[in-house]
Structure formats: C-alpha cells, structure tokens
C-alpha cells in the first residue's frame, strides 16, 4: 500500500489461516494493540512483539452508542504518533468488526482472521535541523576549499543530488533536505565570503 499506512485488525476468533504470515508481512517495530483477553494474548505471542493492552478493545456485552467512534480514534491516535510504522490491533470479532466499519467503512471485509486496513499518509518530514547543521557544515567546508574548487560546487552538487532523490518517493524527505542544506550551504559560503572580503585580515 503505496502511500498508505497499514492498520492490521485481527479478529481473535477468526479463521487462523492468515495468522502465521502476518508477522511476515509487519514491517519493522509495529505498534501492537491488544485487548485484555487470553485469546489476544495468544495471537500475539506468536508476533513476538511487545504489545499495548487496551481495556477499550475488551469484549462489551453492552456497548456504548459511541464505542466505534471511540475505537476509531484509539487506533489513529497510535497510528499518527508515526505515520510509518504499522499498526496491529487484535481483539475479539465483534469489536474487529465495528472497528472496520468505522476506520474503512468503504471497504469489504477479507473474511479471514486479518483485515489490512490502509489510511492515507504524507510523505516524510523533512528533518529542518539535520538539514540546517548539514548545510553549515557544507557552507564552511566550501569557503575554506574555495582556491581548490569552485566556490558553490558543493552546493551545487549537493542540490543536484536532491533533485535526484525528490522523484523518488520512499526517498523524498531526503531529497528535500538535500535541497534545504544546499540552499542553507549558500547563504553561509556567501556569509562567509563577504565577511573574508570586508576583513581580510581575520579571514
């Protein structure tokens, strides 16, 4: 799911069929969501990941008029805290079911023990300070090579690079931090260059 986060609801009481593959399929350091049973417990154990146990995806006999809403919101809050990482949730049938009705109510159910759920996501951020500090960095390596290379060939090197890497999708927020040191690598070389010129003595 290109461009889309995965949420994996699985039903506890499901057809077991789907259950060996899905630690296969998990990306890397999921967030787990379990409810309080033992037959949650089970299913995870067989993850071998540590999971968080939530009392709002226990068994209701009675549930309230907003659970579903309540249980949407549970699992996107867990899954915004990185929109990266996939997201399991294992709980009884019932509340598999209301969950996927309200999270992909789009969606048809796969029938199995797994449902894969995808929620749209954005690209990555771009990381503004390890962009800035790599553009110091270049800035003042580029003033003090500048007799042996040209003044903005690292700039400009290092831009062309992130042009190069802004296509690519799963690389995007590196290309653009490429582009953001750059830019920043510039205005220090300049910075720099300007101030050698009006004192030349201290340069």
């Not at 929109?83 to 049938?93: A, E, H």
């Amino acid at each position: 799911m290109s461009g889309r986060q995965r949420i994996f609801v699985v039903s506890t009481m499901g057809e077991k069929s789907g259950l060996p593959r899905l630690s296969d399929d998990l990306g890397r350091h999921p967030v787990v969501l379990t409810a309080p049973t033992a037959e949650a417990e089970r299913v995870v154990r067989g993850l071998r990941v540590e999971p968080q146990v939530d009392m709002l995806l226990a068994p209701a006999r009675f549930p309230r008029a907003d659970r579903g809403h309540r249980l949407d919101e549970l699992v996107r809050r867990h899954a915004l805290r990185d929109r990266f990482r996939d997201v399991v949730v294992v709980t009884d049938p019932a509340t598999a079911t209301l969950l996927l009705r309200v999270l992909a109510p789009d969606q048809l159910p796969t029938g199995g023990a797994v449902t894969v759920v995808g929620l749209p996501r954005g690209d990555r951020p771009v990381a503004v300070r390890r962009a800035a500090i790599a553009g110091i960095v270049l800035g003042i390596a580029a003033a003090l090579a500048q007799p042996m290379v040209p003044i903005l060939a690292v700039s400009a090197v290092t831009a062309l690079g992130g042009v190069a890497l802004v296509v690519v999708r799963p690389v995007r927020h590196l290309g653009r931090e490429m582009l953001l040191a750059a830019a920043i690598c510039v205005v220090v070389v300049l910075v720099l260059v300007a101030g050698s010129a009006r004192f030349p003595a201290g340069w």
